[in-house]
């Protein structure tokens, strides 16, 4: 009998004693160290159990309160605990307060977990368990999750039909670092978040956020977020601290392959920090997302504006979960009110980037700018949204016309990768907004500061083209077609620039510049390759050297739409490689030689000013060095050249003209008097280049003077070809009234005045600011003599008044 | 002189006589307001709070949402109580009733003044002096509440000096402090800010009473009367304060706002302390010295424009400083309590201008100081004193001197008048418009809805717009100063091209936009699209 007592003893000691304190490895975000329960009500059974973890320090603690009377004795926490009516308490160092208190109950709705954090800055929540449970910091739970189906997890899968409810300056969505201090904790949620599992496979498939801020409507943040992942592949949630979607971090996005548990506690604060993905954004490689400023309804449904959307497409159809394809389309619709200066056009911005190789780098880049209406619907769970469907956006973008810039990524030693696609574009995108929008007539910057080893092009500004490739045979590059210019920073002050001279859809002159030596002793080192229909130019100012070969090299070798799927992606990927050579791209010379044909070599000569001429033909200036000496097929035109600068022109035949300057004159075309000061009358500039050398590089300064005044009228960079005549409009309002003289004059590149003309316009008096005109403006009678009588006739009665009332005299006392 | 000996020694007017004479007055400068311009005008503030009257009677709430007055609600109430009971529509009442309101500040001025000066011919005089200050006809001129909250003002000084000379008879007293602090309560609900600068000036003069009856020899001073003055003034004082606390706080929380937006402890000091009031944008208090230059065509205008200010600045402090001098030193006592009121007053007044314009300088930026009608409203009667105990060696002295005065004062109110009206000829501050233009707006309304249209250097034309069409949306977006992104339609009048040549400023439309609206006098031009995306 004692025996059995004592050994019942020993058990009940094992039973009620802590676990031995060794430290149970788990994949999940904390470590166990121990677990032991509580029965403080003499039931009978435990209604308390103890877990000894880390989780945000060494030494942590949860305690477990059971509410349904159902607590089991075990030593498996997940056995002896539940997430159905039990109230969960997070202990930040064991030290007996609460950081964090999750309450979960059943209700109608279905199971709802509530969590509970510091709301009074303490870093501790404040709380009773018994005889109640009453929680004091706030009335308010901060994050509310409910589950309508009545499960959080089951064997085998989680459940991710949630609707969560966010209250307080917790960042529940992408924007709302923007909107934060107009986040409240006050019982009114400012976030609320779906989730969907609409393949009940257990993984979420789709998420939105609503976001509402008690900020301006008209600030820019988005309020509604919406994502999908189309293939149904979110990982599995890994890292919790019990709970299947409580963890720790500061990261809002999910990353590439690794789903964190969304609800972040930060332990050190006390506070719920964030409420971040479900489903990732960008971290997968068929999901899309929509963060739009309007906020579609039930009821109606509006337009989308911002990234709408923004989608992933695995065009190499591996599920590596790293997209090859990236669309982000920023949609602006009609009278947006979050945009300044917005008309009554859809425009958009669009970001289209590809991995070509499938080598988890972005190859390739355009940057689209249009205005095209968009009709589409687009259905979603809950709303439905007037935004192109991520299924179609690859092909509604290459089916129409743009204004466009392309970059490749050409610096093979770095692999370039972001989350988003290429970022770097050679436009400046507000400006170019602005000017998309019609609310700016200056042309958007076009900078050729991308980093080294981005070649990028861009197309007119003024003309929209469907944003075709071509693989040029010069270079054995992709281009853009209809590029009118381009650049490529190779680094070491070298760079190699494209120019579109004719205007067809090809480039037609590859230009490498090389900036050597220093302040003293600087020179620039070029080397030019012009492409005709029937010629190569080449010239390399190093060597002193010009050729002309005859050949024709056909402008493209293939011409392709960027990849929408994965067939035409690989299609690409073939031609690429059947055609990509491994071309040096400091050396156009190899280039040029290339192709064979007559040629014409120039020694000791040098080529500036390429150009096309209106006959369908081409003209250069070349300098003829001291030790010229021609060679080869038409070397008979250049024998005996003296040193000098010659016109070459090409039409049928070579023809050589020696060069004599430009002969510039300017001729002001000015009303020479006027009466009024506001009226306005066309004016301008006319300048005539009398010479066949071309005048290229000049400035034109204008100016208006009025005795010692000095008002800018206008400073412009212009050029004007050999034999031909340019137009400037002058805008000038003069402001005061009498004789000005606008003097123009024209400066070439080095400041030096090469043109200067003048007149005089006078300006005669106008009854603008006379007083009787601005009186009989302002007078609702129209008669300017009102005021005055009225004034008059105030003036006379006060004056009247006054002597009236003033105080009479006084007689003169007399003293006896 | 005692009180008595102010009393004119010939036959007086009827104090009811009097009344009329400076209603007339008043009603006088209404009339040239009104026929000025014919109500083609519009004014920033004017059309500011023809918003916030037509937000409170569409929302029939006292606290709406949007486009309400932060600093108090009681001229939006006055406003929508005349519209209901009359069927004016807003427009109508701010560019008519609320000038011809302005004469309403007539009888509590000609009451205060007659306790101050002590005859009804002497606040007839101080009427008629207050009626040539330029900066306190600009703000009758308005739709704004000042003309109240002085108003208001002027009836709480009476009521409060009243109710210290009715401490015998309990039932008047009585009465007197209710509608004394009614009437505080008042100026509160119009103008917090300023009610509350306001009560400190009140108590401010009472330290400023108590300094002077305590330097005083015991034989003159009436100790008794003394006593009680002092303690009425704190106990007053501390009440006004409390009702203030108790509006801002409680009562009225947009008032809080209004505080929150100055940032430093300085600026809300300074707000609640001094003549200033809290602008809504930090920056968009504009300064005034600084703009002198610009807002008239010379600073030779301003001065002749600004002349009364000035000679009642001088003079008053000339008196003001003559009698704190003679009693200070004990040569001369104060003839009587009012006169020690006066000096009170006029000194706590003058104190806070002068703090608040260190204010507007050292602080600025939040904080918009208003200039002078305080501190007028108790220069003229301490002048008028002056002038009416005047007592020059000769009769022909006296004479020639008062139709010298009479000329001068005739000529001020013409300068007065010209400078509260922002006359144009001297002005470049515009307020009137042209119907043509109005005419235009209608048009765009039409042709250009969702759409931009410059409408001049400032708010005139918008303001205008408003004020003609009862604040009722456009759909056409009116775009006023520099021009606004997507703008491309300009509104541009013979008013808006003499306006440009006045100021030196080019009209913001290029040579070559088309004429796309014409009548005569108004032209709408729309600039030619330089890219494919322009329309």
Redesign the interface.
């Known amino acids: 009998m004692q025996r059995w007592f004592l050994i019942g003893l020993l058990l009940l000691a094992v039973h009620l004693t802590p676990a031995a304190a060794h430290a149970e490895l788990s994949a999940e975000g904390m470590t166990l160290l121990g677990i032991r329960q509580q029965d403080t009500t003499g039931a009978g059974r435990p209604n308390v159990t103890i877990i000894d973890a880390a989780f945000a320090t060494e030494r942590d603690q949860v305690r477990v309160y059971d509410r349904g009377q159902n607590m089991v004795a075990s030593d498996d926490w997940r056995i002896a605990t539940d997430f159905t009516d039990d109230v969960w308490v997070f202990d930040v160092g064991a030290d007996g307060t609460a950081q964090l208190i999750i309450t979960f109950q059943q209700t109608d709705e279905g199971l709802v977990a509530e969590l509970w954090d510091d709301r009074t800055g303490d870093g501790r929540v404040l709380h009773q368990i018994e005889p109640t449970l009453e929680l004091l910091d706030s009335p308010f739970p901060t994050v509310r999750v409910l589950a309508r189906d009545g499960w959080w997890q089951r064997a085998d899968r989680s459940n991710f039909n949630l609707h969560l409810t966010v209250d307080g300056p917790v960042r529940a969505s992408f924007a709302a670092p923007a909107f934060l201090e107009f986040l409240r904790h006050d019982g009114e949620p400012d976030f609320t978040i779906t989730v969907r599992d609409t393949t009940n496979s257990g993984r979420p498939d789709w998420q939105w956020v609503d976001a509402w801020p008690k900020a301006p409507e008209t600030s820019g943040p988005a309020r509604l977020e919406a994502i999908q992942n189309v293939a149904d592949d979110e990982y599995p949630i890994t890292g919790s601290i019990f709970w299947y979607l409580l963890g720790s971090g500061e990261q809002y996005n999910k990353d590439y392959l690794i789903s964190p548990p969304p609800i972040k506690m930060d332990w050190t604060t006390g506070r719920l920090a964030i409420v971040g993905e479900f489903v990732a954004s960008r971290f997968n490689d068929d999901v899309w997302f929509m963060y739009s400023q309007y906020r579609p309804t039930p009821a109606e449904a509006g337009p989308a504006s911002f990234e709408s959307p923004f989608g992933f497409y695995d065009l190499a159809q591996d599920n590596d979960g790293y997209p090859e394809l990236q669309v982000r389309m920023v949609a602006n619709p009609p009278?947006n009110l979050y945009i300044?200066?917005?008309?009554?056009?859809w425009t958009q911005q669009i970001r289209y980037s590809w991995d070509q190789a499938n080598t988890t780098t972005w190859d390739y880049k355009l940057e689209l700018f249009g205005?095209h209406p968009i009709e589409t619907i687009t259905h979603l769970p809950d709303f439905a949204v007037q935004m192109i469907a991520y299924e179609q956006l690859p092909q509604w973008v290459v089916e129409r016309e743009w204004s466009i810039d392309f970059v490749a990524v050409e610096n093979t030693d770095l692999p370039y990768w972001t989350s988003e696609g290429i970022y770097e574009t050679p436009t400046d995108t507000r400006q170019m907004l602005?000017?998309?929008?019609?609310?700016?007539?200056e042309r958007p910057r076009r900078s050729v500061d991308l980093p080294v080893g981005m070649r990028h092009e861009s197309t007119d500004?003024?003309?929209?083209y469907q944003p075709y490739l071509y693989f040029s045979p010069i270079d054995g590059k992709l281009h853009l077609r209809h590029a009118t210019q381009g650049a490529w920073d190779l680094g070491d002050a070298r760079a190699l620039y494209y120019a579109n001279l004719n205007g067809d859809a090809y480039l037609d002159q590859w230009l490498w510049l090389q900036n050597t030596g220093d302040a003293d002793n600087y020179r620039t080192i070029s080397r030019q390759l012009n492409v005709t229909d029937a010629h190569l130019i080449y010239s390399d100012s190093a060597v002193e050297q010009v050729q002309l070969r005859a050949v024709a090299v056909p402008p493209s070798l293939f011409e392709t739409l960027p990849p929408t799927n994965h067939a035409e992606w690989q299609q690409l990927g073939s031609q690429l490689a059947q055609h990509q050579r491994d071309l040096d791209p400091h050396d156009l010379r190899a280039k040029f030689n290339q192709f064979a044909g007559d040629t014409l070599t120039l020694n000791g000569a040098r080529l500036r000013d390429f150009r096309f001429t209106d006959a369908g033909g081409f003209r250069f200036v070349l300098t003829a060095l001291p030790h010229f000496s021609p060679r080869g097929a038409d070397a008979a035109l250049f024998a005996g050249l003296a040193p000098g600068e010659y016109l070459v022109a090409y039409t049928d035949q070579l023809q050589i003209t020696p060069l004599p300057p430009p002969d510039l004159t300017l001729t002001l075309h000015l009303a020479a008097q006027g009466d009024?000061?506001?009226r306005?009358?066309?004016?301008g500039i006319e300048l005539s280049n009398a010479e066949i050398a071309d005048a290229n590089g000049l400035t034109l300064y204008v100016e208006a003077q009025q005795g010692e005044q000095r008002v800018p009228v206008l400073e412009q960079r212009v050029g004007v070809h050999g034999m031909d005549q340019q137009w400037v409009?002058?805008?000038w309002?003069p402001?005061?009234l009498g004789a000005w003289t606008i003097v123009a004059r024209l400066f070439d590149q080095d400041q030096q005045q090469v043109a200067q003309t003048q007149q005089t316009v006078t300006l005669g008096a106008n009854a603008?600011?006379a007083?009787a005109?601005?009186?009989h403006?302002?007078?609702?009678?129209r008669v300017w003599w009102?005021?005055p009588v009225?004034?008059?006739?105030?003036?006379?009665?006060?004056?009247?008044?006054?002597?009236r009332?003033?105080?009479?005299?006084?007689?003169?006392e007399h003293t006896p | 002189m005692s009180q008595h000996q102010l009393h004119e020694t010939d036959r007086p007017l009827p104090a009811t006589l009097h009344l009329l004479i400076a209603l007339g007055l008043g009603l006088l400068f209404a009339s040239y307001v009104l026929l000025r311009y014919g109500g083609l005008w519009g004014e920033g503030d004017t059309t500011t709070f023809a918003f916030a009257i037509q937000q409170m009677i569409s929302s029939e709430q006292l606290i709406p949402d949007v486009n309400r007055y932060a600093n108090g609600y009681g001229y939006q109430v006055l406003a929508t109580f005349l519209s209901q009971i009359s069927g004016a529509p807003i427009g109508f009442i701010q560019r008519y009733a609320a000038i011809l309101l302005a004469i309403w500040i007539i009888p509590p001025a000609w009451l205060l003044y007659r306790e101050l000066v002590g005859s009804a011919r002497g606040a007839t005089l101080a009427t008629l002096f207050l009626l040539v200050q330029p900066e306190l006809l600009f703000v009758l001129s308005r739709g704004t509440h000042e003309k109240f909250t002085r108003g208001l003002m002027l009836l709480s000084l009476f009521l409060l000096i009243r109710s210290l000379r009715s401490t015998d008879r309990l039932s008047r007293f009585a009465s007197l402090i209710i509608c004394f602090y009614l009437c505080i309560y008042a100026v509160i609900a119009f103008n917090t800010f300023l009610a509350n600068s306001f009560v400190l000036a009140v108590l401010l003069a009472l330290v400023l009473c108590w300094v002077v009856i305590r330097e005083q020899p015991l034989s003159l001073r009436p100790a008794a009367q003394a006593g009680v003055l002092v303690q009425r003034l704190l106990f007053t004082s501390v009440i006004c304060l409390i009702l203030v606390f108790a509006f801002i706080f409680y009562i009225y929380p947009p008032a809080q706002i209004s505080l929150r937006v100055l940032t430093t402890i300085a600026e809300r000091s300074a707000a609640l302390i001094l003549d200033v009031e809290p602008v809504p944008l930090a920056g968009d208090a504009i300064n005034p010295y600084a703009t002198i230059d610009s807002a008239w065509i010379s600073r030779e205008a301003y001065v002749l424009l600004t002349l009364s200010n000035w000679l009642l600045l001088g003079a008053s402090a000339s008196i003001w400083l003559w009698q704190t001098l003679a009693w200070g030193l004990g040569r001369r006592a104060p003839p009587d309590p009012a006169a020690v009121l006066l000096w009170a007053f006029y000194g706590a007044f003058a104190i806070q201008g002068a703090l608040s314009i260190l204010a507007d300088f050292s602080i600025g930026g939040n904080l918009q100081h208003r200039v002078f009608p305080s501190f007028t409203l108790l220069a003229v009667p301490l002048i008028t004193r002056a002038v009416i105990q005047w007592q020059p060696p000769t009769p022909s002295i006296q004479r020639s001197a008062y139709a010298t005065l009479a000329l001068v004062l005739g000529l001020l109110a013409i300068l007065s008048t010209l400078k509260a009206t922002n006359e144009p000829v001297l002005s470049n501050k515009w307020i009137f418009y042209h119907p043509s233009e109005l005419q235009a707006i209608t048009w765009a309304d039409t042709h250009l809805a969702e759409r931009g249209l410059w409408v001049g250097f400032d708010e005139r034309l918008i303001a205008g717009d408003a004020l003609a069409t009862d604040v009722q949306p456009r759909a056409v977006r009116l775009d006023g100063w520099a021009v606004e992104a997507g703008t491309r339609s300009f509104l541009i009048s013979d008013v808006i091209r003499s306006r440009g040549t006045r100021l030196g400023v080019p009209l913001p439309i290029t040579n070559d936009a088309a004429i796309t609206y014409d009548n005569g006098i108004t032209q709408i031009y729309r600039l030619r699209p330089e890219t494919p995306y322009q329309r």
Do not use: C, K, M
């Open positions: 009278r300044t200066g917005s008309n009554d056009s205005q602005d000017y998309n929008l019609g609310n700016s007539a500004l003024e003309q929209t009024t000061l506001s306005l009358a066309p004016r409009a002058l805008d309002q402001t005061q603008a600011t007083p005109h601005i009186l403006l302002s007078s609702n009678t009102q005021a009225l004034l008059l006739v105030i003036g006379g009665v006060i004056a009247l008044i006054f002597s009332l003033a105080p009479p005299a006084r007689p003169t």
